[in-house]
Structure formats: C-alpha cells, structure tokens
C-alpha cells in the first residue's frame, strides 16, 4: 500500500500563500492491491509450465496415447487465463486525499465506471476495528469514512496490517487538519 506524500504541499505548483485560493494537501495516499507474482515471474513460470507439458506430452505421445496432447495445453491456457484476469483487477485502485476544502474517495476499477466520495473533513468519521480484521469477524475489514450518514470503505483489498496502517496515517492526518487554524464547520 503506497502512502504517498505530496512533494507540494499546497497541490498547486507554488507557495501555499503566493496564489489565492491555493489548496493544501494534508494527505494524499494511493491504495492498490498486492500482487505476489510480476510480470518476469509470470514469464518464468509459464515457460516452466510450458516446458514440463511439452515433456509430459512428447512421453504420452511416445507411448502411442496422442489424443491426451490437447489436454496438456488446456491447463497452460487455464493458467494463463486465471493470471490474465488477476491481472486485470491488480489494475484497480482508491485513491484517499484530504485537502484544506474536502476529503475525497476516487475508487477505479477496471469493470465499472470510476467512482468518487467527497466529504467535509469537519464532521468526517473514521471506522477500523483491528480486533475484527485478526478475528476474521464482521466486515470484510475495511476502514469506512462516514458523515452525514454517507459512508464508504475504503482498502478492503489491502492486508489487515495496512488497513491499520492507512487508517492510522489517515486519522493523523485529520487531527492535523482540525488542529487550529482549522476551515469552519459548514453551516447545518
């Protein structure tokens, strides 16, 4: 789970007090999801897969059994479709970025359209039970971002360590925001 911290505080390119209606970054954090196997081990392991069917099949073929030659490519073209699809998803992310105005959720996944939460930081609420995520109890052990009865979760991919990771980084990075001279509440 890459947290990464602005090189520009401010998001705009300059000083926070040089231009008016500068906006100030107070974290901006880019979850994805954890994949053990790259793109050079993929190569590796399809090459040994490909290699060990081909012996498979040169014995078969060998001994006269031919028609079971198609079986062995079936599994190298399953394996190679479950990586391709896992692949894919590897694609999605959520974006989390508490600016001085508004805390906003961009969630991209590769089947359905971007989506995006925003939130006022002032009534900003953040949930992460750690007990659940080792328990293996409740929900799939995201951290949820509530106000105004809008809730969304935010890092159900990630491992129970970096859920509590995030929400730590996130809930310090709300604190900062409210510390004073803190945006006032809106109104209502």
């Not at 935010?154 to 001279?181: K, N, Y």
Request: positive net charge; aromatic residues 10%; hydrophobic residues 40%.
């Amino acid at each position: 789970m890459p947290i990464r911290a602005p090189e520009d505080p401010t998001g705009t390119g300059g000083d926070a007090g040089s231009e008016p209606g500068a906006v100030r970054v107070f974290f901006d954090a880019i979850l994805h999801p954890h994949r053990s196997l790259g793109r050079a081990g993929f190569r590796i392991l399809m090459g040994v897969v490909i290699l060990m069917n081909l012996i498979v099949a040169g014995i078969f073929v060998a001994n006269g059994a031919w028609p079971v030659v198609p079986f062995c490519g079936l599994d190298v073209l399953a394996l190679w479709l479950a990586f391709r699809v896992s692949y894919r998803s590897a694609r999605q992310y959520e974006r989390v970025r508490l600016t001085d105005r508004a805390l906003t959720v961009q969630r991209v996944h590769w089947k359905v359209p971007e989506r995006r939460w925003s939130f006022h930081p002032y009534w900003l609420r953040i949930s992460h039970d750690e007990r659940a995520d080792h328990a293996r109890r409740g929900p799939a052990g995201q951290v949820t971002l509530t106000s105004h009865g809008q809730s969304v979760g935010v890092g159900s991919f990630l491992s129970p360590q970096e859920r509590s990771t995030f929400a730590r980084a996130l809930g310090d990075a709300l604190r900062d925001w409210r510390r004073p001279p803190c945006p006032p509440a809106p109104a209502g």
